[in-house]
T-cell receptor, first 114, second 115 residues
């Protein structure tokens, strides 16, 4: 059974710092891995999707990498801004999931201080 | 603009009452999902539907029911059998459920509180 873990649960950094959020998963037989952003009391917004055949995806200041062999994905945020403050969740879509179900990590709550 | 609309945003329920959360999408997506989110935990799948008039249980379906009479709509009923219903409920949709490049689109969520 796939388990997805995100450490740390919370992270506080000063504005302008580059940072890395970590996501680990136990089953490497994945179709893809997705990163989402969630603002307080809101729904999730998809940030990046990495297919199993890909190593990384980039969107603006965000770069997500995938290493299936080690069961890890990272989300790199360059030059962080206070507007980046949110909870970031990763989710995997494994080969044997029923009906396209995503398995989510618990999220990392990011706070970027001005 | 296309998207997913959930209503109500906040809902209060007395113990023993059934409540229904609405989810409507105009994205022409075939697949729809209901997730539950509790503090400090990831999202957990309640039910999902691949096509009209068909739906499947997720990991925590007990105490919940759904219907899919229209492609655009996937309401969730939280029944009195659900022992701990206070949570944030998220509806999502995707073009289909086939694995691959499916990106989920989420609604803004509904927060249910049991009084």
């Amino acid at each position: 059974k796939q388990e997805v873990t995100q450490i740390p649960a919370a992270l506080s950094v000063p504005e302008g710092e580059n940072l890395v959020l970590n996501c680990s998963f136990t089953d490497s037989a994945i179709y893809n891995l997705q990163w989402f952003r969630q603002d307080p009391g809101k729904g999730l917004t998809s940030l990046l999707l990495i297919q199993s055949s890909q190593r990384e995806q980039t969107s603006g200041r965000l770069n997500a990498s995938l290493d299936k062999s080690s069961g890890r994905s990272t989300l790199y945020i360059a030059a962080s801004q206070p507007g980046d403050s949110a909870t970031y969740l990763c989710a995997s879509h494994t080969l044997y999931n029923q009906g396209g179900k995503l398995i989510f990590g618990q999220g990392t709550e990011l706070s970027v201080k001005p | 603009d296309g998207g997913i609309t959930q209503s109500p945003k906040y809902l209060f329920r007395k113990e023993g009452q059934n409540v229904t959360l609405s989810c409507e999408q105009n994205l022409n997506h075939d697949a729809m999902y209901w997730y539950r989110q509790d503090p400090g935990q990831g999202l957990r799948l309640i039910y999902y539907s691949q096509i009209v008039n068909d739906f499947q249980k997720g990991d925590i379906a007990e105490g919940y029911s759904v219907s899919r009479e229209k492609k655009e709509s996937f309401p969730l009923t939280v029944t009195s059998a659900q022992k701990n219903p206070t949570a944030f409920y998220l509806c999502a949709s995707s073009k289909d459920v086939l694995p691959g490049a499916n990106v989920l689109t989420f609604g803004a969520g509904s927060r249910l509180t049991v009084l």
